[in-house]
């Protein structure tokens, strides 16, 4: 069974759209984030969140919502988006602190 | 703040030779310092990870590392390279505030492999 999974795999969409990425993870951890990772590789941190706390990189556009139905389940949706939007998003999870994170496949989004 | 400079972009090697992939960090304590890899069009894997423990840590696929405190380094080494060894590897940072354990990647350095 995989670990942690996202869906879906590629989305491509038009400027101005509304979508959600899915992610799950079955491995009972306490603590959920999505990264971002551009065109030249590099990887930041988008969101962290526990059923505690969410903290948000200050970078992030509020135009991105991360949504928890519950624990196992952290949803990104990104509102009117913007040609930079164009990346590959992961979801990860962990216990928390330095604990091992792992992460999902990656979702390739396209904006055209 | 705490960083990462992984100080090659790119590292070509032999099949069958050593492979070096370098990392410094900046911490003004004992950082937790994790190497990633990730294959083309793949998830990021864990390689290894150090936490304050031995200073030697070794991961999957033969792969090490050695935490040198007096040098901020943290370089990964591999007696032998393997084709499958091709792929783009991160050096990785928890940061000071690490209660939420927010990983702070470097650039990364793709691994080119060749017969």
């Known amino acids: 069974d995989t670990a942690v999974s996202q869906t879906p795999k590629y989305l491509v969409t038009q400027m101005g759209n509304d979508k959600s990425i899915k992610c799950e993870q079955n491995?009972?951890?306490?603590?959920m984030y999505w990264y971002k990772q551009d065109s030249k590789k590099f990887l930041k941190i988008m969101f962290s969140?526990?059923?505690?706390?969410?903290?948000i990189n200050e970078t992030v556009p509020n135009r991105f919502s991360p949504k928890s139905p519950d624990k196992a389940h952290l949803n990104l949706h990104i509102n009117s988006l913007e040609l930079g939007d164009s990346a590959v998003y992961f979801c990860?999870?962990?216990?928390?602190?330095?604990?091992?994170?792992?992460f999902g496949p990656g979702t390739r989004l396209t904006v055209l | 703040a705490q960083s990462v400079t992984q100080l090659d972009s790119h590292v070509s090697v032999s099949e069958g030779t050593p492979v070096l992939l370098r990392c410094n960090y900046s911490s003004s304590y004992s950082p937790s310092l994790f190497w990633y890899v990730q294959h083309p069009n793949k998830g990021l894997q864990l390689l290894l990870k150090?936490?304050?423990?031995?200073?030697l840590v070794k991961g999957i696929n033969g792969f090490e590392a050695e935490f040198k405190k007096s040098e901020t380094s943290f370089h990964l080494t591999k007696p032998s390279a393997h084709m499958s060894d091709a792929a783009e590897y991160f050096c990785?940072?928890?940061?000071?505030?690490?209660?939420?354990?927010?990983?702070?990647f470097g650039k990364g350095t793709k691994l080119s492999v060749k017969p």
């Open positions: 150090y936490t304050s423990a031995a200073t």
């Open positions: 990785v940072v928890i940061p000071e505030d690490g209660s939420q354990g927010n990983l702070i």
């Open positions: 969140y526990n059923n505690k706390e969410l903290i």
């Open positions: 491995l009972g951890h306490d603590t």
């Open positions: 990860a999870s962990s216990q928390g602190g330095v604990d091992t994170q792992y």
